[in-house]
T-cell receptor, first 116, second 113 residues
Framework: EAGVVQSPRYKIIEKKQPVAFWCNPISGHNTLYWYLQNLGQGPELLIRYENEEAVDDSQLPKDRFSAERLKGVDSTLKIQPAELGDSAVYLC??????????????FGEGSRLTVL | AQSVSQHNHHVILSEAASLELGCNYSYGGTVNLFWYVQYPGQHLQLLLKYFSGDPLVKGIKGFEAEFIKSKFSFNLRKPSVQWSDTAEYFCASTSYGNNRLAFGKGNQVVVIP
């Protein structure tokens, strides 16, 4: 079974440029997450989707970050414009909640962003 | 807000030594607790989890963790480590009614052959 797929793996941009990350979750997983991981820190939730609905986006900086999950499958996370402090790894994860909170997330390999 | 604390961010030990990583969570109600592991160059993956029942949980690769409610702790242990256990280990928790998984800062473990 294919795991969570993210692209690109690495991205280097100059500040004020836009950037987008893509995630394809495990087939059948209804819940999708975007996490931010800074160096030396644990992942922090940016947004959680249940199907196509964003059910927890309270930690998403909405002035520059946006996300979508059209059709409740794959998702994109966009930053526009990027700032130096956005340099981090952006992790996508998915889970099959099915009405029962398991907390078991399956993570992708992440997209490492460097803003110059 | 719910939080998870991990101590001794960097741990270096020799093969066959015993490993114990501390984890403390802040929420006083019903919690679900997890340890995730990230091997070099790989994605985060679940090592073990606790929802209810026996407070001693056994996971993959010989790891175990003990839930001690009175101490708000969920420490990870392995009696004898191998070089292949070199990885970063993250403790995480969700609280009842809140599916947001809160992670600790992680423990970078290096096992010297």
């Amino acid at each position: 079974e294919a795991g969570v797929v993210q692209s690109p793996r690495y991205k280097i941009i100059e500040k004020k440029q836009p950037v987008a990350f893509w995630c394809n979750p495990i087939s059948g997983h209804n819940t999708l997450y975007w996490y931010l991981q800074n160096l030396g820190q644990g992942p922090e939730l940016l947004i959680r989707y249940e199907n196509e609905e964003a059910v927890d986006d309270s930690q998403l900086p909405k002035d520059r970050f946006s996300a979508e999950r059209l059709k409740g499958v794959d998702s994109t996370l966009k930053i526009q414009p990027a700032e130096l402090g956005d340099s981090a790894v952006y992790l996508c994860a998915s889970s099959l909640e099915n009405g029962k909170r398991t907390g078991e997330l399956f993570f992708g390999e992440g997209s490492r962003l460097t803003v110059l | 807000a719910q939080s998870v604390s991990q101590h001794n961010h960097h741990v270096i030990l020799s093969e066959a030594a015993s490993l114990e990583l501390g984890c403390n969570y802040s929420y006083g109600g019903t919690v679900n607790l997890f340890w995730y592991v990230q091997y070099p160059g790989q994605h985060l993956q679940l090592l073990l989890k606790y929802f209810s029942g026996d407070p001693l949980v056994k996971g993959i690769k010989g790891f175990e963790a003990e839930f001690i409610k009175s101490k708000f702790s969920f420490n990870l242990r392995k009696p004898s480590v191998q070089w292949s256990d070199t990885a970063e280990y993250f403790c995480a928790s969700t609280s009842y009614g809140n599916n947001r998984l809160a992670f600790g800062k992680g423990n970078q473990v290096v096992v010297i052959p």
